[in-house]
């Protein structure tokens, strides 16, 4: 058998380093103290001492922290044999480590207080030896005191912290500033605990977990305090950063919390999803009390809403139920309580989980933006009331219910959308009444029954309109009955009857129309209404025939309203008529009569009184503006949309109104900030109506790119990933707009290889399409990351795609841009394959006429003066080296003389350029300036700087300022450096 190679110092070294960016977790801390023994097989008492500061650390920042107590004893007897065998390095890390040990033991219940309050008394000793300010033990201090209930020393030792003065030894700002607002929100202060973090929230004073801690923090306190924005704000960016650190566990129980608390139940559920197997975990009893806490909050709400039944997460081994979960959770985070409050001799702690656990919802919904999963329906739960007319949803009573009648009636006539709702209190009032209603009023309530059913796409409805047409008959009532025949076709319709049975329905709607008495208010209502449904069935069933039929329903159209315009009572009706024909001149590529169309409709519609029904109208409006590039108007009719729809009380229909507003804005410099909130309402609302799927989808891309636009990239990420599955399903474009906002998010937020794979997946769906400008677009961005990246090979590899991208769609500039990347990925190994690649470059836009080929020429010989001179100081490197080849000939001064040469050709092109070409012609002049310095020619150097201003002349624009300004800095370290 052949025995195990014995470890080398070297090979555990390098381990230890990899060890050190590897995930926070179970698996770090294991490779740690396999570590520690392979340090210790070799002997090196100075690789055991980085063994045992690795395995600490990743302790620190686990599930397992109490852990690192027995290491840190073990650091600690070193110290204690021998001081100076640790360098400044290791004193620095040792001290410091004491306050991790001493927090640590806090969080551990077993651990006696006696014991803690030693450990702070040896800290102070040995911090006092070493010569540290005693802010830090003053922080110490105050924690145990805070914790345990001690709240005079507390208040004595906040004040004796905050005094000390800071040194090396003090927690970073930015931890400091979340222990204090914390304090302060302990003290019942919100506004000073979120005055506090203001510098950590804002991105002034950070670290490697700050502001991820501050941001869950300031979640509830921001709720409480009206900030609902910020309060989102934070919940997205937030969860992105937490999610998945087992050093960050109470933030996600903060970010649990929070969703249980503003109406995002199933959020919370998906976020505990997320960390359900760190629920039993108990290397850190305080930090799973506070992910306990944040779960059962979020549990509690859940119970009260009725969703015991509710799957939750796994736990035990087994799926558990919510109120399974809750039941066992509720009486492990109970026992962990008393088991710290028996170690402090106090209550403390179990009345800080009772608290938590009491608190009741803040607000009844806050929208996310984010894609969540759908709650199963309570068991037995009732049907939510819905909001009325001018008050709140209310029980009729007998007394009213002749004003419910007519108000009733008065809705329907006008078409209102709340019509519903109020026939909804007629019926209750009647219920509570313990009142038959009459003939008139049964076939009313009949009317609305059948309606619903129609709207919810029922089997039953056109019976039911069969039996309100025979109500109304025998209420005595032909304008209700003339209504009942045209909403049985309209019922046929939708159900997909035969032709032959439809046209029977409507003639059969038409003849009662007609046959009304002249007297009847309705009459030319009813007639009109028949006629212009029976031409929309019969251009739909042309277009169904392959038939376009445009014509003809055009013509019909026109008849419709040169017959009905003067018409009472039915100019809406002629507005829609004009809004079908503005949709068949869109179509047929006449916009602008399209538009004419569309303005009349509206005012037609709004001058009868209904703007809720122009509402839709104005948005269609708005989309063919937007594409007519008037913006601003088209703008102004998406608010007007908004405006005339807020009576509509279906959430799907609100929706579309507030998603074509949000993309009006979005296309408009500065205005994406308010795309953001209308976008955002949107998606909720396509929530509500069931369709976060669908257009939901739409809307949250859009929210996702208006947020990108005023720099929210981790809110962007979020709300687009929770998204992308479903946008995935809306074909290649949304599928290509969506993958590239949410790499241009990732890769400002530093993730570039996660940009880089969203833009090759997007750049593998633009593989298919005919034109290939979007293909290579994609390719170079994706080039761009994996460079940014570090991916060089990879980089590599896109870019030389993208570049034959290019040469096929024929964009020199974009060539020439990509050829110039390719060459300094290439010049780190092999410069003459980059200036082979940068004279490529230079070829493909060597036409002239074109300014911008102009300036890429320029840009070229500049990136190839630079790279010419880097392959000679490559040269000489080679040549110093052991070994080296030593005939450089001459190198530095032969290169040289070839980059100058090539500037020169650069600056009298940025020059032919005029005011277009100055930033790129003062960045040459700049370049050839520091390659006469490294020639020795520093006369030569002041010479090309002073021409240059001296060709600018009086700085006359804002540019001209701007270019002295460099060239005068440029003059200063000219000389300094001579």
């Known amino acids: 058998?052949?025995?195990?190679?014995?470890?080398?110092?070297?090979?555990?070294?390098?381990?230890?380093?990899?060890?050190?960016?590897?995930?926070?977790?179970?698996?770090?801390?294991?490779?740690?103290?396999?570590?520690?023994?392979?340090?210790?097989?070799?002997?090196?008492?100075?690789?055991?001492?980085?063994?045992?500061?690795?395995?600490?650390?990743?302790?620190?920042?686990?599930?397992?922290?109490?852990?690192?107590?027995?290491?840190?004893?073990?650091?600690?007897?070193?110290?204690?044999?021998?001081?100076?065998?640790?360098?400044?390095?290791?004193?620095?890390?040792?001290?410091?480590?004491?306050?991790?040990?001493?927090?640590?033991?806090?969080?551990?219940?077993?651990?006696?207080?006696?014991?803690?309050?030693?450990?702070?008394?040896?800290?102070?000793?040995?911090?006092?030896?070493?010569?540290?300010?005693?802010?830090?033990?003053?922080?110490?201090?105050?924690?145990?005191?805070?914790?345990t209930g001690d709240a005079e020393r507390a208040a004595r030792?906040?004040?004796?912290?905050?005094?000390?003065?800071?040194?090396?030894?003090?927690?970073?700002?930015?931890?400091?500033?979340?222990?204090?607002?914390?304090?302060?929100?302990?003290?019942?202060?919100?506004?000073?605990?979120?005055?506090?973090?203001?510098?950590?929230?804002?991105?002034?004073?950070?670290?490697?977990?700050?502001?991820?801690?501050?941001?869950?923090?300031?979640?509830?306190?921001?709720?409480?305090?009206?900030?609902l924005d910020a309060a989102r704000a934070h919940?997205?960016?937030?969860?992105?950063?937490?999610?998945?650190?087992?050093?960050?566990?109470?933030?996600?129980?903060?970010?649990?919390?929070?969703?249980?608390?503003?109406?995002n139940e199933a959020r919370g559920l998906e976020v505990l999803a997320e960390h359900a197997a760190h629920l039993p975990a108990d290397g850190n009893p305080a930090a799973r009390l506070d992910l306990l806490g944040g779960t059962l909050v979020l549990l509690r709400r859940l119970l009260a809403l009725g969703h015991?039944?509710?799957?939750?997460?796994?736990?035990?081994?087994?799926?558990?139920?919510?109120?399974?979960?809750?039941?066992?959770?509720?009486?492990?985070?109970?026992?962990?309580?008393?088991?710290?409050?028996?170690?402090?001799?106090?209550?403390?702690?179990?009345?800080?989980?009772?608290?938590?656990?009491?608190?009741?919802?803040?607000?009844?919904?806050?929208?996310?933006?984010?894609?969540?999963?759908?709650?199963?329906?309570?068991?037995?739960?009732?049907?939510?009331?819905?909001?009325?007319?001018?008050?709140?949803?209310?029980?009729?009573?007998?007394?009213?219910?002749?004003?419910?009648?007519?108000?009733?009636?008065?809705?329907?006539?006008?078409?209102?959308?709340?019509?519903?709702?109020?026939?909804?209190?007629?019926?209750?009032?009647?219920?509570?009444?313990?009142?038959?209603?009459?003939?008139?009023?049964?076939?009313?309530?009949?009317?609305?029954?059948?309606?619903?059913?129609?709207?919810?796409?029922?089997?039953?409805?056109?019976?039911?309109f069969q039996d309100v047409l025979e109500a109304y008959r025998a209420a005595g009532d032909p304008a209700g009955a003339a209504l009942a025949e045209q909403r049985l076709a309209?019922?046929?319709?939708?159900?997909?009857?035969?032709?032959?049975?439809?046209?029977?329905?409507?003639?059969?709607?038409?003849?009662?129309?007609?046959?009304?008495?002249?007297?009847?208010?309705?009459?030319?209502?009813?007639?009109?209404a028949v006629e212009l449904l029976r031409i929309r069935y019969e251009a739909m069933r042309r277009e169904e025939a392959g038939d376009d039929g445009g014509a003809w329903t055009d013509a019909a159209l026109a008849e419709f309203v040169a017959t009905y315009a003067e018409g009472d009572g039915v100019d809406d009706l002629v507005g829609d008529a004009e809004q079908l024909r503005a949709d068949h001149a869109w179509r047929s590529g006449d916009p602008e009569r399209a538009d004419a169309l569309l303005a009349s409709a509206v005012r037609r519609i709004v001058g009868a009184g209904r703007p809720w029904d122009a509402a839709e109208h104005l948005a269609r409006r708005a989309r063919l503006l937007l594409d007519l590039g008037r913006v601003d108007e088209a703008e102004d009719a998406a608010r007007a949309a908004v405006e005339h729809g807020a009576e509509l009380v279906d959430a799907g229909g609100s929706a579309a109104l507030r998603t074509t507003l949000a993309e009006v804005l979005y296309r408009q410099d500065g205005k994406e900030a308010e795309a953001v909130a209308h976008a955002l309402e949107a998606?909720?609302?396509?929530?509500?109506?069931?369709?976060?799927?669908?257009?939901?989808?739409?809307?949250?891309?859009?929210?996702?790119?208006?947020?990108?636009?005023?720099?929210?990239?981790?809110?962007?990420?979020?709300?687009?990933?929770?998204?992308?599955?479903?946008?995935?399903?809306?074909?290649?474009?949304?599928?290509?707009?969506?993958?590239?906002a949410l790499a241009r998010s990732l890769r400002a937020l530093g993730d570039a290889e996660g940009a880089a794979e969203q833009y090759l997946r997007a750049a593998e769906v633009t593989a298919a399409w005919e034109h290939q400008g979007a293909h290579a677009q994609l390719a170079t961005l994706a080039a761009e990351c994996l460079s940014d990246g570090g991916l060089d090979d990879d980089a590599v590899a896109v870019y030389r795609r993208a570049v034959g991208l290019w040469e096929t769609v024929g964009d020199p500039v974009s060539l020439a841009r990509a050829l110039r990347s390719l060459a300094w990925l290439e010049a780190r190994g092999d410069f003459v394959a980059a200036r082979r690649l940068m004279d490529r470059a230079l070829a493909a836009v060597a036409a002239d006429g074109d300014p911008q080929l102009l300036l890429e020429r320029a840009r070229t010989w500049s990136q190839t003066a630079q790279l010419v001179m880097e392959a000679a100081d490559a040269r000489a490197e080679d040549e110093e080296a052991p070994g080296g080849d030593a005939s450089g000939g001459g190198g530095l001064a032969t290169a040289g003389q070839e980059s100058l040469a090539l500037l020169d050709r650069a600056v009298a092109a940025a020059a032919a350029l005029g005011p277009a070409g100055l930033d790129e012609r003062g960045q040459c002049t700049g370049r050839a300036a520091w390659t006469e310095r490294r020639l020795g020619r520093v006369e030569a150097a002041v010479s090309r700087v002073r021409s240059m201003i001296a060709a600018i002349g009086p700085a006359g624009t804002p540019d001209e300022e701007r270019a002295v300004e460099r060239l005068e800095f440029l003059l200063e370290k000219l000389t300094e450096a001579a």
């Open 683 to 740: 998606a909720h609302r396509w929530d509500a109506a069931g369709e976060s799927a669908g257009p939901g989808a739409y809307a949250r891309m859009l929210l996702a790119q208006a947020l990108g636009a005023v720099g929210r990239h981790a809110e962007a990420a979020e709300v687009l990933e929770s998204a992308l599955p479903d946008l995935l399903k809306h074909g290649d474009e949304h599928v290509v707009r969506a993958r590239d």
């Open 235 to 263: 919940h997205l960016r937030g969860h992105r950063l937490a999610r998945g650190n087992e050093s960050l566990l109470p933030a996600i129980g903060r970010h649990i919390e929070f969703c249980a608390l503003t109406g």
């Open 490 to 528: 309209v019922a046929a319709i939708r159900g997909g009857a035969e032709p032959e049975a439809v046209r029977d329905l409507l003639a059969r709607a038409a003849d009662a129309a007609r046959t009304l008495d002249e007297a009847e208010p309705a009459r030319t209502r009813r007639v009109a």
């Open 1 to 147: 058998m052949t025995a195990a190679p014995a470890h080398t110092p070297e090979a555990v070294l390098q381990a230890l380093r990899e060890n050190q960016s590897a995930p926070n977790g179970p698996l770090r801390n294991a490779r740690a103290e396999e570590l520690v023994a392979a340090a210790e097989s070799t002997g090196d008492r100075d690789l055991v001492r980085k063994a045992l500061f690795e395995l600490i650390a990743a302790y620190e920042f686990s599930t397992e922290r109490g852990r690192m107590l027995v290491p840190f004893a073990r650091l600690m007897q070193e110290w204690d044999k021998d001081p100076s065998a640790f360098d400044q390095h290791d004193v620095h890390r040792f001290h410091w480590m004491f306050k991790w040990v001493s927090s640590g033991m806090l969080t551990l219940p077993e651990i006696p207080l006696a014991t803690v309050e030693r450990w702070l008394s040896e800290m102070e000793r040995r911090y006092r030896t070493a010569g540290y300010s005693e802010r830090a033990v003053r922080q110490a201090e105050f924690t145990l005191a805070h914790e």
């Open 308 to 464: 015991g039944d509710q799957p939750a997460v796994a736990y035990g081994g087994s799926p558990r139920t919510v109120a399974e979960l809750h039941g066992l959770l509720d009486a492990e985070a109970a026992a962990i309580a008393a088991r710290f409050d028996a170690r402090n001799g106090s209550t403390a702690v179990s009345e800080r989980l009772r608290d938590r656990l009491a608190q009741e919802p803040l607000v009844e919904r806050l929208p996310l933006g984010v894609r969540t999963g759908r709650l199963s329906a309570p068991r037995g739960a009732a049907p939510a009331p819905r909001e009325t007319v001018g008050d709140a949803p209310r029980t009729g009573t007998a007394e009213d219910l002749p004003e419910l009648v007519a108000e009733a009636r008065r809705l329907r006539a006008l078409g209102h959308p709340r019509t519903a709702e109020v026939w909804d209190r007629v019926a209750a009032a009647l219920a509570a009444a313990g009142q038959a209603p009459d003939p008139l009023l049964a076939a009313d309530l009949l009317d609305r029954r059948a309606l619903a059913a129609a709207q919810a796409a029922e089997e039953a409805a056109g019976p039911l």
């Open 157 to 227: 030792a906040f004040a004796a912290w905050t005094a000390a003065d800071r040194d090396s030894m003090a927690d970073c700002h930015a931890c400091e500033l979340n222990d204090q607002g914390r304090y302060r929100l302990h003290q019942g202060r919100t506004d000073g605990a979120l005055d506090t973090w203001a510098p950590v929230l804002d991105g002034r004073s950070t670290c490697a977990e700050e502001p991820h801690r501050v941001l869950a923090e300031s979640l509830l306190p921001l709720v409480r305090s009206g900030r």
